[in-house]
C-alpha cells in the first residue's frame, strides 16, 4: 500500500512524505502507482518551474519514498503559489484514492 503522510499546520502544507507501493498490478502496469507518481512528481516538478522555491527533497527507489519538504523561509508570495500547488497535488491524490482506497491511503497530520 502507498502511504502519503501530509504535514499541515495553520492550513498549510509543510511537508509531505510518500513510500510504499500500491501493488494493484505488476510493476509496469500498476497504473496507481503510477497515478501517484505522475501527480506527485509533477507537483514538485511545477513548484521548481514556476516558483522561485526549491524544495527539500530526499529519495529512495527503494521502497517508493519520497519526502518533501517546504522551505520555511521563502515570501508569502511565493508561500500562497506552492500552496496553490499542494492543494492541487492532495485534491488529485484525494480523486485517485477514492477509486482505489485499498491501495493507497493519504494521511493529513496536523
Known sequence: MIKITFDVAQGRIHSF?????????????????????????????AIESLTDVIPEIKQS???GYLNCVIPEDISESSREKVQLLLDGMLVSLQTIEHDYGKYMKIILRQ
Do not use: E, P, R
Open 17 to 45: 512524505t510518500l513510500s510504499g507501493h500500491a501493488d494493484f498490478a505488476k510493476k509496469g502496469s500498476d497504473i496507481v502507482c503510477a497515478g501517484v507518481s505522475a501527480v506527485t512528481f509533477g507537483a514538485v516538478n
Open 61 to 63: 527507489g527503494q521502497g
